[in-house]
């Protein structure tokens, strides 16, 4: 389905004319990977920068936000206190903006030798119905991976594993890509991965696991206005005829 952008080996970020100028993210719906929640992650700091984050969403087409602020106990120990108080700031912020968007809050909750405490401490967020946003190191694969994810499903969640591109100690046993989904977990990519936004290698890996079909959602991962900015010139690229024909579930969180 993808073959003619993969076999030209060409860049994810170059420019194709025949795209209409209002070409638009409409198609994704609901973006489920975000970081708007002011000043409680790396993501937005201020309500301001919410707003401003939250604009540029509304612009691009998207109709629903699932934001989606990190839990990681040491450094963004969030409860779902600290992202529900936070989601009704942004939504009392975004009716004042007339910004038409219906936002919610789940989290990326990050895999580590304190996750299954944490699990055990309180209900996780979902993003939609059982289905739970979880990362873990970019560096090395956590040891406790596997039983973690078994545990999250062993508690009646099914995981989303964000960005299985960015997993460097992946790229060269894409099997485990392959283990991961047969395990019952979907994976979310990064549209910003597609373009190149974080190097040749993830960009390669996320196109091999789209022309193979393995992604299930696709995310913003938007932190700032950077990130913005490099989503919407998105638009206008190769990058994007190609996403335009990927069946993502994100719309059906808008039904
Ligand atoms: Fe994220």
């Given at each position: 389905m993808f073959s003619r952008l993969f076999r030209r080996g060409?860049?994810?970020?170059e420019k194709n004319d025949a795209i209409p100028a209002d070409a638009s993210w409409s198609f994704i719906g609901a973006d489920i990977h975000s970081h708007f929640v002011p000043g409680i992650d790396d993501g937005a700091k201020t309500i301001e920068d919410s707003i401003v984050l939250l604009k540029a969403m509304e612009a691009m087409g998207y109709k629903k936000i699932v934001t989606t602020p990190h839990v990681m106990s040491d450094f963004y120990p969030n409860s779902s206190l600290t992202i529900l108080t936070g989601l009704k700031k942004i939504q009392d912020a975004a009716r004042e903006n007339n910004i038409n968007l219906e936002i919610s809050a789940a989290a990326e909750y990050y895999i580590d030798e304190y996750f299954t405490e944490l699990m055990a401490k309180e209900p996780l967020l979902p993003i939609h119905k059982n289905e739970v946003l979880v990362e873990f190191s970019m560096l090395y694969e956590p040891p406790m991976l596997n039983s973690a994810l078994f545990s999250m499903q062993t508690n009646g969640y099914k995981p989303i594993i964000a960005h299985?591109?960015?997993?460097?100690?992946f790229h060269n046993k894409f099997e485990r890509y392959r283990e991961l989904r047969d395990r019952g977990c979907k994976l979310q990519l990064n549209l910003l991965s597609i373009s190149g936004y974080y190097g040749r290698n993830i960009m390669e890996v996320a196109m091999r696991l789209l022309e193979k079909g393995m992604y299930d959602y696709c995310g913003s991962?938007?932190?700032h206005e950077k990130h913005a900015a490099a989503l919407k010139a998105m638009l206008q690229t190769k990058a994007y005829s190609t996403l335009v024909n990927y069946p993502f579930l994100n719309s059906q969180l808008c039904f």
């Open positions: 060409k860049s994810g970020d299985p591109e960015r997993y460097i100690f991962d938007m932190h």
